[in-house]
């Protein structure tokens, strides 16, 4: 991917009803313009994983 200086923190805290899962991200856009785009699709990768953890770790099965 075009990114530079990209990093991410996924932070777990466990609550009364389970654990909260905060995956966030920051990275600057190797092709000026293009920013929004890489929010976008990497929001959406991201968010795809983070669903995915939360059933794995509930025990719930795959749609």
Do not use: Q
């Not at 389970?18 to 699709?41: C, E, K, M, Q, Y």
């Amino acid at each position: 991917m075009p990114l530079r200086n990209y990093r991410a923190d996924v932070d777990l805290t466990p609550t009364a009803d389970g654990t909260t899962i905060r995956w966030h991200s920051t990275f600057d856009a190797a092709v000026p313009g293009t920013g929004w785009f890489w929010r976008w699709l990497l929001g959406r990768f991201i968010r795809d994983c983070v669903n995915g953890l939360a059933r794995e770790a509930a025990g719930k099965p795959r749609t």
